[in-house]
């Protein structure tokens, strides 16, 4: 696939442990230059605001994690870009929150077939498809990491070029049958496109 051009922040998974110490600061400190922050769920509010103090929200993209509350970016003006297509220098992205539905309460859990029903009804042919979960990987993990078939479901439908994640607490890289390039993040990454 060609370069896209695009010089990316991405951070998830951090579950509160930016909030304390310099972690944040020493990651930041290293990067020159950037085009966007992607925030892709499960990092807390007191973050968010330690990120806010270093990155501009207008160059602040997120989607929430399945350990999100629903107002987690409404409060401070970060732009949530869940079923969401919005273009880049010209790359088109889109993105969607949360994960499968392995517990009750306020967080974006789906089923495999609600995660089907929002892929299809989602804008079509981005370029780098944004998530909080992985795609559905036959139970790979346990239920709760083993991914969501709607995922699966658009990165095949529109041959997306990168498909960049967390929630797996893992960090990788690799690129699936169909030739889509992925990412997954857990922690602060850099990385261009």
Known sequence: ??????????ISDTHGD?????KFE???FDIKEYD?????????????????????KEKIVALRGNH???DVYDKCGIRNVNGDL?????????????SFRYKNGEFPLYTHYESLLLAGEMPQKADVFLSHDCMFKESKYDAAHSGLAGITYY???????????????????????????????????YLEI
């Open 86 to 98: 919005f273009e880049f220098k010209g790359v088109k992205f889109a993105g969607v929150e949360g």
């Open 26 to 28: 020493n990651f930041f």
């Open 155 to 189: 990165i095949f439908e529109n041959a997306v070029q990168w498909h960049i994640h967390g929630h797996i607490h893992k960090s990788y890289q690799g690129e699936y049958v169909n030739g889509t390039r992925e990412k997954s993040v857990y922690g602060c990454e």
């Open 18 to 22: 930016l909030a304390f110490g310099n």
């Open 68 to 70: 999100d509350r629903l």
């Open 36 to 56: 966007l922050c992607m925030i892709l769920g499960d990092v807390n509010e007191y973050e968010t605001d330690k990120i806010l103090h270093y990155i501009p």
């Open 1 to 10: 696939s060609k370069k896209l051009g695009i010089k990316l922040i991405i």
